[in-house]
């Protein structure tokens, strides 16, 4: 059951403040007087799946994308059989460890951050990339001309933006790629307006919107606009 397993993943993340993650939130820096969004990065900003695919053929496998999963669709190239989940996790540390510093960004998304950034919004990214790695991901996005404060969590997001906009009165904006996330940041911050945007199109067309988004975004236009929309009214 999707709510009882977020369940425990909360009751672990609240007792679990491993890899640095609690000091990170006390690190963080919020303006009082900017709206505030709070973004996922793969296959939101950056091209997770895609380069993980790229990863993948040179490995002799690829990345069967006729359901929304990772678990059990990563194949064998010529025989298609289903990777384990052990194997996966093996593969995924490496990708991570070997290709942080060179995934490449979602298009317009650079583009549309900055927009942001100059129509007076502050940006955080929540990443749950392994703690290990998150050198490399600020890496990443500095060589790319993105100087955002980046998080890297582990679990449900819901907790941590609770406890980062503990004393943050502005707007809040959420975006993420994953449904449980949204469905987590509403329960804890029902204040918070959520966006589900899912940068690949196979995979886009593939997932269906929680009931606790507050929109559906099919690009960072989309976004954008919304965002501005937001804060204009």
């Known amino acids: ?5 977020l369940r425990r993943q909360r009751q672990m993340c609240i007792r679990d403040r491993s890899d640095g993650l609690q000091k990170q939130i006390s690190k963080a820096t919020l303006l009082k007087n900017k709206p505030l969004l709070i973004t996922d990065a793969d ?7 895609k380069c993980f695919e790229i990863y993948l053929e040179k490995k002799g ?3 069967d994308l006729t359901s ?3 678990f059990g669709n990563i194949k064998q190239k010529g025989t298609d059989e289903v990777v384990s989940n052990e194997v996966i996790l093996e593969y995924l540390d490496d990708f991570f ?13 650079i583009h549309f951050i900055n927009k942001l950034l100059d129509s007076n919004f502050q940006v955080l990214v929540l990443t749950n990339i392994p703690f290990k790695y998150l050198d490399d991901r600020k890496h990443c ?7 955002l404060q980046i998080i890297a969590g582990n679990g449900p997001k819901g907790l941590v933006i609770k406890e980062l906009i503990r004393d943050f009165n502005e707007k809040v904006f ?3 790629d ?10 804890e911050v029902s204040r918070s307006k959520t966006i589900h945007y899912i940068s690949d199109e196979r995979l886009s067309k593939l997932a269906v919107s929680p009931k606790e988004a507050d929109f559906r975004a099919y690009s960072w236009k989309d976004i954008y606009n919304f965002l501005i929309n937001e804060v204009s009214g």
């Open 1 to 5: 059951d999707l709510h009882l397993s």
């Open 141 to 147: 996005f500095q060589k790319n001309g993105l100087n």
């Open 178 to 187: 994953l449904a449980p996330h949204i469905s987590s940041v509403k329960e």
């Open 61 to 63: 496998f690829w990345y």
């Open 43 to 49: 296959e939101v900003l950056l091209n997770f799946v």
């Open 174 to 176: 959420f975006i993420d």
């Open 68 to 70: 929304y999963a990772l």
């Open 97 to 109: 460890r070997t290709e942080s510093k060179d995934i490449t960004f979602v298009e317009g998304s």
